[in-house]
C-alpha cells in the first residue's frame, strides 16, 4: 500500500508522482566512455542529450538511443541558459574549437574533465584564440563531486551530482 504524501518532492521520491520533464539540457562534448554513461544517466534524471562529435567516425560504436541528438559543434540552438555542456576528452585537438563554441553560447554551466593534479590543458587552448580571463574562468574544472570516481560510470554519477547540486544551489562538495 502506497503512502500518500503531501509533500510533492516526497511523493515523487516514493515514487507516487511522475518526474515533470524538464526544459535541461546535457551537452556531453567527445565520444567516450563517460560521454556514454553521462547521456544515459542524464536521461534518466530528466535531462534533454546531446552528443557533440566533429568526427563522425568516433560514434560508429556509440549507443544511440533515440533521445539522443547529435552534433558536429556546440550550438545555441540547443546550448540555451538551460544547457550543461560537459567536455568529456582534455586531450582532444578541437579542445579549443569546441570550448570556444560553447562559451559563446548562454549555456547555464561549463567544465572539462580533468585531475586537479594536472595542468588545464583547456586554459591555453582558450587563451590561444584570445578569449579573455573572465571567459576562461566561466569553464569549471573539475567537474565533478570529489568522491573518488576512477571509472566512466563513477565519473559521470559524481559529474550529474554536481550538475544537480550546481543547480538546486548546494555546495555539493565540488571542493577538492
Given at each position: 500500500m502506497a503512502h500518500q504524501h503531501t509533500d510533492p518532492a516526497c511523493a515523487q521520491a516514493h515514487g507516487e508522482l511522475r518526474a515533470?520533464?524538464?526544459v535541461r539540457t546535457l551537452v556531453a562534448v567527445f565520444a567516450s566512455p563517460v560521454a556514454v554513461h553521462l547521456l544515459h544517466f542524464g536521461h534518466d534524471l530528466g535531462y534533454r542529450t546531446v552528443l557533440v562529435e566533429p568526427d563522425l567516425h568516433r560514434i560508429e560504436d556509440v549507443p544511440r538511443p533515440e533521445h539522443l541528438a547529435l552534433a558536429s559543434s556546440v550550438d545555441p540552438s540547443f546550448a540555451d541558459g538551460h544547457a550543461d555542456v560537459v567536455?568529456?576528452?582534455h586531450d582532444r585537438p578541437e579542445l579549443g574549437a569546441l570550448l570556444d563554441a560553447a562559451l559563446q553560447t548562454r549555456a547555464r554551466w561549463i567544465g572539462v574533465m580533468g585531475s586537479p593534479r594536472h595542468t588545464a590543458p583547456h586554459v591555453a587552448a582558450l587563451r590561444e584564440?584570445?578569449?579573455?580571463?573572465?571567459?576562461?574562468?566561466?569553464?569549471?574544472?573539475?567537474i565533478g563531486l570529489n568522491i573518488g570516481s576512477r571509472t566512466p560510470a563513477e565519473i559521470a554519477v559524481a559529474t550529474l551530482a554536481g550538475l544537480i547540486a550546481?543547480?538546486?544551489d548546494r555546495p555539493g562538495g565540488f571542493a577538492f
Open positions: 515533470q520533464p524538464g567536455v568529456t576528452d584564440r584570445g578569449l579573455d580571463e573572465a571567459t576562461v574562468a566561466r569553464v569549471h574544472r573539475p550546481d543547480r538546486n
